[in-house]
């Protein structure tokens, strides 16, 4: 089945920790995106990638590292500059006007 | 920049009943809009999607959405709720950079339905 998977659902890390949430797709999308997610305030865009090599930031980067080395995989880490990590974050992939989204990993920094 | 207004945080309507969500949107050309759903602690779901053409836009579980250029607005509807529908709901702006899209989301509204 062709989707996009990320890994932990559950992410715990104590405060000053770097912590790293996988995503992966297999639907062989040029474009991947990150996203947080808090109550209320709906999605803003950390960063996205729209070749492999290649990234921009989004709206809310300050605190946030990527890397796209591989087409399939857009790796996004949590660094302890973010001063409000905890979140649910989710990834999503396209490959022209549609994205689609992953299930999302819920960090709560302890 | 554009942006995307949702103004009901909340809404709760009978089961059977209809069902009218409100998005207004601001965008200097030719807007992408779309409409999402998430279940509690899972990823979204597009439920239907505007690029051109038709202004009444049919999507997955009988939603509909009508594109009005005129009021900026992009309003989700479905004729007869069920109770599976209780779910937050989200509308989004797109911008075509590329080989992507950058989406611009509102804060959602989240619907209840009552038995």
């Known amino acids: 089945d062709g989707g996009i998977t990320q890994s932990p659902k559950y992410l715990f890390r104590k405060e000053g920790q770097n912590v790293t949430l996988s995503c992966e797709q297999n639907l062989n999308h040029d474009a991947m995106y990150w996203y947080r997610q808090d109550p209320g305030q709906g999605l803003r865009l950390i960063y996205y990638s729209q070749i492999v090599n290649d990234f921009q930031k989004g709206d809310i980067a300050e605190g946030y590292s990527v890397s796209r080395e591989k087409k399939e995989s857009f790796p996004l880490t949590v660094t302890s500059a973010q001063k409000n990590p905890t979140a649910f974050y989710l990834c999503a992939s396209s490959l022209v006007n549609e994205q689609f989204f992953g299930p999302g990993t819920r960090l709560t920094v302890l | 920049a554009q942006s995307v207004t949702q103004p009901d945080i909340h809404i709760t309507v009978s089961e059977g009943a209809s069902l009218e969500l409100r998005c207004n949107y601001s965008y200097g050309a030719t807007p992408y809009l779309f409409w999402y759903v998430q279940s509690p602690g899972q990823g979204l779901q597009l439920l239907l999607k505007?690029?051109?053409?038709?202004?009444l836009v049919q999507g997955i579980k009988g939603f509909e959405a009508e594109f009005k250029r005129s009021q900026s607005s992009f309003n989700l509807r479905k004729p007869s709720v069920h109770w599976s529908d209780a779910a937050e709901y989200f509308c989004?702006?797109?911008?075509?950079?590329?080989?992507?899209?950058?989406?611009?989301f509102g804060t959602g509204t989240q619907l209840k339905v009552e038995l």
């Open positions: 989004a702006v797109g911008e075509v950079t590329g080989g992507g899209n950058k989406l611009t």
């Open positions: 505007y690029f051109s053409g038709d202004t």
